[in-house]
């Protein structure tokens, strides 16, 4: 009975040193592939990464960094085989991170972002918005994780610029109206059908926006981003003193986005000419 013991005590502690020591080589495995990572070597980290989580499944930094170094070498627009194959791949190493850890912020802004890129490029208008709509999906699910991340309420407002600026493009060109011609829409019907289908979402993305500078006063790209879609939001008004008072504050947040931008230049030039930092 006590030699029964014994055995099933050594076994146990072989079974525990092996599995110490295979951690130890997925984290040496992963100081490898950091390396090569650092390195813009992703084909060289991939491998290395690849066998840190085959030694540990359980890595999570390392699949993260799996993941990451797959979406490193994917180029969108690109429409070779082999691109496709690193965004794939991208996705399913962010997906089993998610499956150990659902709120893991890293994996979902990593989808998000992957999603967003593959609508790049030349591709059919319904295709395009399908991904964005993707995109937005786990944007939206970002922000469920992190309720004040302003990347993710900026991106949810960016995506709705995009899929609206191709509408009110679209309906322009039905109209003859050129791409810079003063507005409203000169149809009344065409423009109460795009009223119907974008007016709601075109405000909840600048709502995304404002909730962005909320976080970050000081945030101008996304005040780049109200000006777009408060100007082109103007295509729906229903007068033209209304469009131009839109088109004012439009204009207000360019020129709020300019000294924004200015502030940050002053101050970044302040603080390398104190030996802060150092000047780009």
């Keep these: 009975m006590k030699t029964k013991l014994y055995l099933a005590s050594a076994l146990a502690l072989l079974a525990l040193l092996s599995t110490g020591c295979e951690k130890l080589r997925a984290r040496d495995s992963l100081n490898k592939g950091v390396q090569a990572f650092r390195s813009a070597k992703y084909a ?78 030349n591709q059919p208008l319904d295709e395009k918005i399908k991904k964005l709509d993707n995109a937005a999906e786990w944007y939206k699910r970002l922000v469920e994780a992190e309720p004040n991340n302003k990347e993710a309420y900026y991106s949810l407002g960016v995506i709705t610029f995009n899929k609206f600026y191709a509408a009110v493009l679209t309906a322009r060109n039905k109209l003859g109206m050129k791409s810079d011609e003063p507005g409203p829409l000169k149809d009344k019907k065409l423009k109460e059908q795009m009223k119907a289908e974008w007016l709601e979402k075109v405000n909840a993305g600048i709502a995304n926006l404002e909730k962005a500078l909320q976080i ?61 930092i150092k000047a780009e």
């Design 44 to 121: 060289q980290a991939v491998e290395h990464f690849e066998r840190a989580v085959q030694l540990d499944p359980e890595f999570i930094t390392a699949r993260l960094y799996l993941a990451t170094a797959h979406m490193s070498q994917y180029i969108p627009g690109a429409d070779s085989k082999e691109n496709q194959q690193n965004a794939q791949a991208a996705e399913q190493e962010f997906q089993k991170v998610l499956e150990k850890d659902k709120n893991n912020t890293v994996a979902i802004a990593s989808i998000a972002s992957l999603h967003y890129q593959q609508a790049q490029g």
């Design 216 to 276: 970050d006063p000081e945030y101008d790209d996304a005040m780049a981003y109200l000006n777009l879609l408060i100007r082109y939001r103007a295509d729906l008004d229903d007068t033209t003193e209304q469009y131009k008072k839109d088109v004012e504050v439009a204009d207000n947040w360019v020129q709020k986005s300019l000294e924004t931008n200015k502030i940050k230049a002053d101050r970044v030039a302040k603080k390398a000419a104190t030996g802060g």
